[in-house]
């Protein structure tokens, strides 16, 4: 089992700035994908961004070039520099990890809400 715990999320007007964090603990050993995933309210949960043991990284179409993943996933960290936030960006949002591309392991989330 791996254990992951996500932290910065919060309040913040629009065009403003937040900084996800998440460790990764337990059987980490064979993690290949590391990154995030969000919730909207009423909305299905959407994949963010995910980087890959190889170096891969993979945004999703509406936080191209405002949102950015970092991290080392053999030091089982990964983290989500979001920039030029939107109301539509409020959700809450999950760190992943898994030995494959599809996600296995969830933290519990954190809110991020984006004020107008």
């Known amino acids: 089992q791996v254990q992951l715990v996500e932290s910065g999320g919060g309040l913040v007007q629009a065009g403003g700035s937040l900084r996800l964090s998440c460790v990764a603990s337990?059987?980490?050993?064979?993690?290949?994908?590391m990154g995030w995933y969000r919730q909207a309210p009423g909305k299905q949960r959407e994949l963010v961004a995910h980087m890959t043991s190889g170096g891969r990284i993979y945004y999703g179409d509406s936080v191209k070039g405002r949102f950015t993943i970092s991290g080392d996933i053999a030091e089982n960290r990964v983290y989500l520099q979001m920039s030029s936030l939107k109301p539509e960006d409020t959700a809450v949002y999950y760190c992943?990890?898994?030995?494959?591309?599809?996600?296995?392991?969830w933290g519990p989330g954190t809110q991020v809400t984006v004020s107008s």
């Open positions: 992943v990890a898994s030995p494959t591309i599809a996600p296995l392991y």
């Open positions: 337990g059987r980490t050993g064979s993690t290949y994908v």
